[in-house]
Structure formats: structure tokens, C-alpha cells
């Protein structure tokens, strides 16, 4: 049964990555089923600087060409926070998926429910009234297995790049053929996630936001709650001593997010 389009606010959930950008783009050129009436992007105040570039640049780009908005939300700066946690400054920290050094394994995390998922609904009840709401998610075909039905009866997950067996090579090709910048993958510069290859090109092309991962790892170590030490590299070895380019490719960047939201 067709979803009746009067019922929806459509929103875009906007990552300032490959797919979430190319998906942006090519709706307000009116290449899928419904029309959004605005993006979101949740900023956890820890990206890259490029990506903070990048989220400017799509945000006038977007409203200088088709007149349309990229509303910004945030909880906060999800470093700091955790680093607060840690030196006392707060009773309750936020969450991420440190590799426990006794068990290789991540810990519980909260950091996508907390940090992406809170601010956008809490924004979206705001300004909803009594309608629903329809998020589009930029999971593209490649990375089917990341989506997920919300857990909340007010929203509807649309997945206009699965639905149309877009995948991430040709978005790739869709930016150079189109002659726009194409993004980096864009993720929380903490995330423990991250591929062997994120880390090698973050420390060869990023030194700067490289040293700050590093920095934060070093001061992990001791979580208030664990017997065990934590690591922000999945090896649990100090980011700083790792050799990234001898390492496999074993794990795609952030496929494991559970969430389904991050690095789009």
C-alpha cells in the first residue's frame, strides 16, 4: 500500500557523507518517489575538519541552489564528555565501543542512541504537530544489512538508495560525473569503529586530527567502571604504536555500527 504523502513530514537524515550527500542531491533534483521538506544533520562536535568544511559548504549550496534548509542539532561534543567522565567533572559518561583489553570484544555504547538519534527526535516532535515523520536513511544497496525499523510509532524509515539499488560505486562515479566534491566518510574522529584504512589515511593525510585520536586514546585507558583497560584501536594497542599498513581488510568502516546512521 503507498504511503499517503500528506501524512508525512519528510526529512532527511543528513551525515555529510558519500551517500547521504548524493542521496540529498538527487532528491531535491526530484529523482525519488517523495519530495523531502528539509535535512538534518546531528554534529557531535568530533569530526574531521574537512567534514565540518564540507557540511558548510552542501549547507549553501543547497540553499543557495534549491532554497532549502540543513537544520544543524547537536547533544554536545562526545570527546569532551567522555573525558569529563573519566577526570570526575560528570557522574554519567557518554557511551562509545572501546575494545576491553581483557576480552578483545566492544563495550555497551550508547553514543548513536545519545548523541544522533536523541537530538533528531527531540527536534522532529518539536516541529512535527501531529504528523508523522518520514526519515530518509542513505544506507545505500551494498550495506542493506544496516537498516533497521525504529523503535518509535511516529516515524517510518525511507531507504530511497537500497530501494533503488544504488551502490557505492556509483555514487562514486555520480560525483566525478557530476563534477562535485565528493566527501570523505565521514564518523565521530573517536569512533573505535573505524576501518584499518580510515586510520592509515587519517594519520598519512589528517596528522592533526590524527594526534588528537591519539591523545583521547591515551586517555581511555582506566573507564571508571572497568577492571580491564580499554582501547580506542580494535588491535587494543595504543593507536599511536599501530602499523596500519600491514593490516587486512577485514572489517569495512563502521558496518558494525548497529544504528544504521553513522559515516552516511
Known amino acids: 500500500m503507498e504511503t499517503d504523502k500528506s501524512e508525512y513530514i519528510n526529512v532527511i537524515s543528513y551525515g555529510a557523507g558519500k551517500q547521504s550527500t548524493y542521496m540529498l542531491l538527487n532528491a531535491l533534483e526530484g529523482k525519488y518517489k517523495y519530495k523531502p521538506d528539509f535535512a538534518i544533520y546531528s554534529d557531535l562536535q568530533c569530526e574531521t575538519?574537512?567534514?565540518?568544511m564540507y557540511v558548510d559548504y552542501i549547507k549553501a549550496y543547497v540553499k543557495q541552489k534549491y532554497d532549502f534548509d540543513i537544520i544543524t542539532v547537536s547533544e554536545g561534543n562526545l570527546m569532551t564528555d567522555v573525558l569529563d567522565y573519566i577526570e570526575g567533572k560528570t557522574k554519567r559518561g557518554a557511551s562509545i565501543p572501546l575494545f576491553s583489553g581483557?576480552?578483545?570484544a566492544p563495550i555497551n555504547r550508547q553514543c548513536t542512541s545519545d548523541y544522533k538519534i536523541k537530538p533528531?527526535?527531540?527536534y522532529l516532535q518539536k516541529i512535527r504537530g501531529k504528523k508523522k515523520v518520514m526519515q530518509w536513511i542513505g544506507i545505500s544497496a551494498d550495506e542493506a544489512e544496516r537498516m533497521k525499523t525504529p523503535n518509535v510509532k511516529y516515524i517510518e524509515h525511507y531507504y530511497p538508495l537500497v530501494e533503488n539499488r544504488i551502490s557505492i560505486d556509483r555514487i562514486k562515479k555520480w560525483f566525478e560525473d557530476?563534477?562535485?566534491p565528493e566527501p570523505m566518510k565521514s564518523s565521530c574522529l573517536i569512533c573505535p569503529f573505524h576501518s584499518f584504512q580510515y586510520w592509515q589515511n587519517l594519520k598519512k593525510n589528517f596528522p592533526i586530527e590524527f594526534k588528537i585520536a591519539c591523545d583521547f586514546?591515551?586517555?581511555i585507558r582506566q573507564l571508571p567502571t572497568m577492571k580491564s583497560k580499554t582501547y580506542l584501536y580494535r588491535k587494543c594497542i595504543p593507536l599511536r604504536e599501530a602499523d596500519f599498513s600491514m593490516q587486512p581488510s577485514l572489517f569495512p568502516e563502521l558496518i558494525e555500527e548497529c544504528e544504521g546512521l553513522c559515516g552516511l
Open 120 to 122: 533528531i527526535r527531540q
Open 102 to 104: 581483557d576480552t578483545g
Open 49 to 52: 575538519k574537512a567534514t565540518e
Open 178 to 180: 557530476n563534477n562535485i
Open 217 to 219: 586514546d591515551e586517555k
